[in-house]
């Protein structure tokens, strides 16, 4: 048995030079993860490569090289510009992506996006057909290729093939504006095995599945739903994602992370610094953070010239409008609060917008004593994770939206958050800011346990179990057949 791992994206980086493609592996917490189950045990990574309309010829070099440098086979599915356009910008991020975080208000629901999702749908169908062997169990990432399991089926394919959703699943409220919602779901029906970050997740995808499909046959037991649909079996679970937790905390140790910690506790002396660290997107509630910072400065005058906000915003999608009016709203949010409270040597709010290089990133997260993060509402959000991994001194303290995945495993020891309730966020913000280091750090310790115990390798170990391979990520292995069995997430 060998794993097809199938997403949008391959994990790669293409760039063109003046003469020639070259390529280098892409990072992210996926690939980290992924990757060394293709080298120790055999499989392929199928996915876009990146750039629309391109050249098989010129780039197949290029493949093969890659191929031979990370010592794991790809396969890539071409999409063409219109592709891209009407299937990746427009049905992935302009339907399902707004959708799926409760935003329908920001959905552009044009009946060619989903026409094209489908046709791209056909196209991944077809690459995987021709690579997939008959043993292989056929494993597919996240809200871009739902129906993918449709489509292969429908082409004979009978591999035990497995789903799992990144971002929230949401309730019926939300799911029943969707236009195809019925055929989205017959699409995830497909799959033998459908992964949840959370219970909440799960819940939502029951309620819709028994409010629009009232042939399906329900098993629910407080470990798994057993779906049964025209003769087809689904059993649906909760495996929430990590992080690498030792990659992290020993790359904070480094001599050269150390040294710029010590830098910022000499020049932040006598400051407690709040991190919020986010992808420009709408999703992770910028705007209302930064709104509930300045509250928090009006309100308690305790905290001013003891507290700073650091806020990373790394570049997103900046020739889409929304994003760009997005971008604005924040700088503008910025400058006004800070032209509010900012007094000689001290400057309330910091802006970073710019990818950060990943050493000053970890010292940010180890030096930082409250770790801020209030998306709206996300599948899991692993900077919250990350951060308690860096805090190496276990003085930090985590306020946490509760509308994050994260919560569900991280909420005991977090002071939880309605990143929509501005008041509440700025009485967290003061609350978090006045713990005292006998408060903090056993909060901070079972932060780092649960983080540390509940990692990538333990969430994929316990997916690869439920879709019938058992082996440990972490050590070479045998993989051997087993029974399904689905982890509780918890």
């Known amino acids: 048995?060998?794993?097809?791992?199938?997403?949008?994206?391959?994990?790669?980086?293409?760039?063109?030079?003046?003469?020639?493609?070259?390529?280098?592996?892409?990072?992210?917490?996926?690939?980290?993860?992924?990757?060394?189950?293709?080298?120790r045990w055999g499989g392929i990574w199928i996915g876009w490569?990146?750039?629309?309309?391109?050249?098989?010829?010129?780039?197949?070099?290029?493949?093969?090289?890659?191929?031979?440098?990370?010592?794991?086979?790809?396969?890539?599915?071409?999409?063409?510009?219109?592709?891209?356009?009407?299937?990746?910008?427009?049905?992935?991020?302009?339907?399902?992506?707004?959708?799926?975080?409760?935003?329908?208000?920001?959905?552009?629901?044009?009946?060619?996006?989903?026409?094209?999702?489908?046709?791209?749908?056909?196209?991944?169908?077809?690459?995987?057909?021709?690579?997939?062997?008959?043993?292989?169990?056929?494993?597919?990432?996240?809200?871009?290729?739902?129906g993918l399991g449709k489509a292969l089926v429908e082409r004979?394919?009978?591999n035990r093939l497995a789903f799992f959703l990144h971002i929230p699943f949401p309730p019926p409220d939300i799911f029943l504006k969707l236009p195809w919602r019925a055929e989205v779901l017959r699409g995830l029906l497909h799959y033998q095995v459908i992964g949840?970050?959370?219970?909440?997740?799960?819940?939502?995808?029951?309620?819709?599945?028994?409010?629009?499909?009232?042939?399906?046959?329900?098993?629910?037991?407080?470990?798994?739903?057993?779906?049964?649909?025209?003769?087809?079996?689904?059993?649906?679970?909760?495996?929430?994602?990590?992080?690498?937790?030792?990659e992290f905390a020993e790359a904070a140790a480094a001599p050269g992370?150390?040294?710029?910690?010590?830098?910022?506790?000499?020049?932040?002396?006598?400051?407690?610094?709040?991190?919020?660290?986010?992808r420009l997107d709408y999703t992770k509630g910028i705007p209302y953070r930064l709104r509930s910072f300045g509250l928090a400065l009006e309100r308690y005058p305790e905290l001013h010239r003891k507290v700073t906000l650091l806020q990373v915003v790394v570049p997103s999608r900046e020739n889409v409008p929304q994003y760009q009016d997005l971008k604005a709203e924040i700088e503008r949010l910025v400058t006004q609060i800070n032209g509010?409270?900012?007094?000689?040597?001290?400057?309330?709010?910091?802006?970073?917008?710019?990818?950060?290089?990943?050493?000053?990133?970890?010292?940010?997260?180890?030096?930082?004593?409250?770790?801020?993060v209030s998306p709206l509402k996300d599948g899991m959000n692993l900077v919250a994770k990350e951060y308690c991994a860096c805090q190496l001194d276990g003085n930090g303290v985590l306020v946490l939206s509760e509308f994050a995945g994260a919560a569900e495993q991280l909420g005991r020891w977090a002071v939880l958050v309605n990143p929509y309730d501005l008041d509440g966020v700025a009485v967290g913000i003061r609350e978090a800011a006045a713990m005292t280091p006998a408060q903090r750090r056993p909060a901070m310790e079972n932060l780092r346990a649960r983080v540390r115990n509940q990692d990538v390798y333990w969430w994929l170990s316990r997916f690869l179990s439920a879709s019938g391979v058992r082996l440990d990520p972490r050590m070479p292995s045998t993989v051997e057949d087993s029974q399904v069995g689905l982890a509780s997430g918890i």
């Open 196 to 246: 949840f970050q959370s219970h909440r997740d799960l819940e939502n995808f029951s309620d819709c599945v028994n409010k629009l499909m009232p042939g399906v046959e329900h098993r629910v037991t407080p470990r798994q739903l057993r779906l049964e649909y025209e003769g087809r079996s689904c059993v649906a679970g909760v495996f929430p994602i990590g992080i690498d937790y030792n």
């Open 49 to 146: 490569p990146g750039i629309t309309n391109a050249d098989a010829g010129e780039l197949r070099d290029v493949f093969a090289e890659f191929q031979k440098q990370e010592g794991y086979e790809i396969a890539p599915v071409p999409l063409s510009t219109g592709d891209y356009e009407r299937f990746y910008q427009g049905f992935c991020n302009e339907i399902v992506w707004p959708l799926f975080h409760d935003l329908q208000s920001q959905c552009n629901f044009v009946p060619d996006y989903w026409t094209s999702s489908r046709a791209v749908e056909q196209q991944f169908a077809d690459v995987v057909h021709r690579h997939a062997r008959p043993d292989d169990l056929i494993w597919v990432q996240d809200y871009h290729l739902m």
């Open 156 to 158: 004979g394919v009978s």
């Open 1 to 39: 048995m060998r794993i097809v791992f199938v997403s949008n994206r391959l994990p790669m980086v293409l760039e063109k030079g003046e003469n020639s493609w070259s390529s280098r592996a892409s990072s992210g917490g996926l690939v980290t993860a992924l990757v060394p189950i293709l080298k």
């Open 257 to 278: 992370v150390e040294k710029r910690v010590a830098e910022l506790r000499r020049n932040y002396k006598g400051q407690q610094v709040v991190l919020g660290v986010d």
């Open 340 to 372: 509010k409270f900012t007094q000689p040597g001290w400057v309330p709010i910091h802006h970073v917008f710019r990818h950060m290089e990943r050493n000053e990133l970890l010292a940010w997260y180890r030096f930082a004593d409250v770790g801020l």
